[in-house]
């Protein structure tokens, strides 16, 4: 007895260790200046509701969001099509009635990549038995592959929570890039990354779900994808500052795991050359930089429905912590912000996206 409450004190005292340690780093994190390079490079995305596709909107609606598009530098559009259910399975309608929305969207912004959302979202750790078997397998990428037929321009799966190391993510990312073929966009929603090192482990333990992905999982997740966001919500975070230094590091952590699938540098940045990347092998990424685009969510909705709201996650601190951590790191191409949720995000919200990431220093 004596043992085992030695061992419960001496987890729960490296857990205050940790959590102190990461207050202190990413409270320092969120500090500075960013460079004026660092900020929109015209390659962004955002999400949007199955009400897109289920015929609920109307002209006005279309309207403002061509304007949202084309003022947010929106270069894809994530649109909720389906919810997976642990078999595998799905209800076809929203794809299947996507006709309309993909017809405008083919009329009025053409060159903007409209993906079907397909979204799974449960509790519990991953660890043991992998989050779905090879049949739900099999279900999900039959599933990509109507929703690619059905007009859209690939798929974007947000599967979650996934542990780290969970092979049976990765073998359904081969398995749907089988089926959806070589020209369909193929992208997914990450995990955050472990903030500091020691963070994941004692996290897991008290959530008994992942929360943070390892940077080596990440890369694993991001060979397989021609587009990856790394979402920036429910975070956990208290406050705005530690909220803006975790951020910070999400940048960080996140590009320097994707070097060198991500290593052309931005125009006007100051990382004009990469000593680990190169820059001079050509590879099979999306935009030609040798590897999927990388976006970094922000959360501009305020209805628990597409998650928990907290105070202290804000668009204007998430934008400047990209900023930021962009700043420290050096940008790399194709590297942009996905608005988490484009229905839910309010004028105030909007304002705050394109002026703190869009046009900052215009």
């Known amino acids: 007895m004596t043992w085992l409450l030695k061992r419960i004190l001496a987890g729960l005292a490296a857990i205050v260790v940790v ?3 990461a207050g202190v780093l990413l409270g320092a994190q969120f500090s500075g200046t960013p460079k004026p390079w660092a900020a929109s490079q015209g390659d962004n995305a955002a999400w949007l509701s199955g009400r897109w596709v289920d015929g609920e909107r109307d002209e006005d609606d279309f309207a403002s969001l061509l304007r949202r598009v084309e003022r947010g530098e929106l270069t894809e559009l994530y649109v909720h099509v389906a919810n997976i259910d642990p078999e595998g399975r799905s209800d076809s309608a929203g794809y299947e009635s996507a006709g309309a929305f993909l017809d405008w969207a083919e009329a009025e912004i053409p060159e903007v990549t409209v993906l079907g959302w397909l979204d799974h979202s ?19 990428a039959a599933t990509a592959g109507e929703v690619t037929e059905a007009g859209f321009d690939g798929v974007h799966l947000a599967v979650n929570p996934v542990s780290t190391n969970d092979t049976t993510l990765l073998e359904l990312l081969e398995r749907t890039r089988e089926e959806i073929g ?57 406050l705005s ?24 540098p931005a125009k006007g940045s100051e990382a004009d050359t990469d000593e680990e990347g190169g820059g001079e092998e050509d590879a099979d990424g999306e935009d030609g930089s040798g590897g999927p685009s990388v976006r970094f969510g922000v959360p501009s909705y305020s209805s628990e429905t597409w998650g928990a709201v907290s105070s202290a996650e804000s668009v204007d ?27 839910d995000t309010s004028d105030e919200d909007w304002a705050a ?6 046009r900052p220093e215009r």
């Open 317 to 343: 601190t998430a934008t400047e912590a990209v900023r930021l951590g962009l700043t420290d790191h050096g940008q790399r191409g194709d590297v942009g912000i996905a608005v988490y949720v484009l229905d």
């Open 182 to 238: 070589p020209d369909a966009v193929l992208a997914t929603r990450a995990h955050s990354v472990e903030p500091v090192a020691g963070a994941r482990l004692p996290v897991f333990a008290l959530n008994r779900e992942e929360r943070y992905w390892s940077k080596g999982y990440l890369r694993r997740v991001a060979e397989r994808v021609d587009s990856i966001v790394i979402t920036g919500h429910e975070t956990g975070m208290p």
């Open 19 to 21: 959590a102190v340690g």
């Open 241 to 264: 500052s530690l909220y803006g230094g975790f951020m910070v590091r999400q940048v960080e952590e996140a590009l320097s795991a994707l070097e060198p699938l991500t290593n052309e």
């Open 122 to 140: 449960t509790e519990g750790s991953s660890l043991a038995g992998g989050r779905f078997d090879e049949d739900a397998r099999a279900e999900i």
């Open 353 to 358: 996206y394109t002026d703190g990431w869009v």
